[in-house]
């Protein structure tokens, strides 16, 4: 199952007491579904259950029974009111007159504080798809009237959400990028579970994240370390071999036996292999003077 799945069957499972919030819940479901209007209301799902919620909410708040069909795959579960006078009767539960010229929310339909996170619950359930942590953050709601997709805008605002709206393929994209929007999204609607799996997939993929920039600036630093040290050790053997170490000064000679004993090293780390310890200038001044000495030769 996908993470929009495994949101949905989340959501579908919470048990709503209150009669008004029930009904937020099929608004929600119902005025987002593939059509809602007079003549019929046809809700879609590829799960099951969610296509049974709505048929359950339908009979016990509209006495209004449908039956549900599958696709030929098995693939979509689709829920519809075909009778003009059922969809008639469930358009006017939630307070939608004939004359209506364009789809809004009817936010008289709310009773209490839960009604709006159990609406957004329902137009999830119709409409939303969110991406698995794991690849991205993104949640969205997809809508077919722009109307309708500003006045759920709304909505979410109503609950310190601050979606982005766009537009793809005809539909109005309501969505959220920040996963910290998303995580309190999904907190809103009930997906607490889902929510908590979230945060532990980011809070993985940031340690993750820290350790690999950690490793590639290691690798970077050695790198570097390795590309300063190989003319120090070039110079140094030439020395070496031409007239040997001990043709050095004191300082230069234990320079020199230091950085060939510790090609890898970088110069803070040479700096305190000195007794006493030298400066890291001090250091670098060393072997400026060794690399001079050879060229010389």
């Known amino acids: 199952m996908s993470f929009s799945s495994d949101v949905k069957s989340e959501l579908v499972k919470i048990e709503h007491e209150k009669y008004c919030c029930k009904k937020s819940l099929l608004y929600g479901m119902a005025l987002f579904s593939k059509s809602f209007g007079y003549r019929e209301i046809v809700f879609q799902s590829k799960s099951m259950e969610t296509a049974e919620l709505f048929g359950a909410l339908l009979s016990e708040l509209c006495s209004v029974q449908a039956k549900i069909t599958a696709s030929p795959a098995g693939r979509i579960y689709t829920v519809a009111i075909r009778k003009a006078a059922n969809a ?3 358009m006017a539960y939630f307070g939608h007159e ?3 010229t364009s789809l809004r929310i009817n936010f008289s339909v709310f009773g209490c504080e839960e009604c709006q996170k159990a609406f957004v619950k329902g137009a999830f359930l119709a409409c939303g798809a969110v991406s698995s942590p794991e690849r991205d953050y993104h949640l969205e709601f997809s809508v077919a009237f722009m109307n309708l997709s500003r006045s759920f805008m709304t909505a979410l605002q109503e609950l310190e959400l601050q979606p982005k709206l766009t537009n ?6 309501i969505y959220f990028k920040d996963s910290e929007a998303i995580e309190d ?4 609607m009930g997906a607490s579970k889902c929510m908590f799996d ?3 997939v980011k809070i993985v993929k940031e340690i993750r994240n820290s350790a690999n920039r950690k490793a590639n600036c290691e690798t970077a630093n050695i790198e570097k370390t390795v590309a300063a040290a190989s003319p120090q050790i070039n110079a140094i053997l030439k ?3 031409k007239k040997g170490l001990d043709s050095l000064s004191e300082p230069l000679r234990q320079m020199a036996e230091i950085r060939l004993e510790n090609p890898d090293s970088s110069l803070g780390e040479l700096a305190e292999m000195f007794e006493p310890p030298i400066s890291r200038s001090g250091v670098n001044h060393r072997l400026s ?5 050879a060229e010389e030769l």
Request: glycine share 4%; with cysteine.
């Open 185 to 188: 999204c999904l907190y809103i």
């Open 198 to 200: 979230m945060m532990n």
């Open 239 to 241: 020395i070496q071999d």
């Open 289 to 293: 003077r060794l690399v001079k000495i």
């Open 88 to 90: 008639a009767r469930i």
């Open 168 to 173: 793809r393929k005809g539909y109005n994209i």
């Open 98 to 100: 004939r004359n209506e």
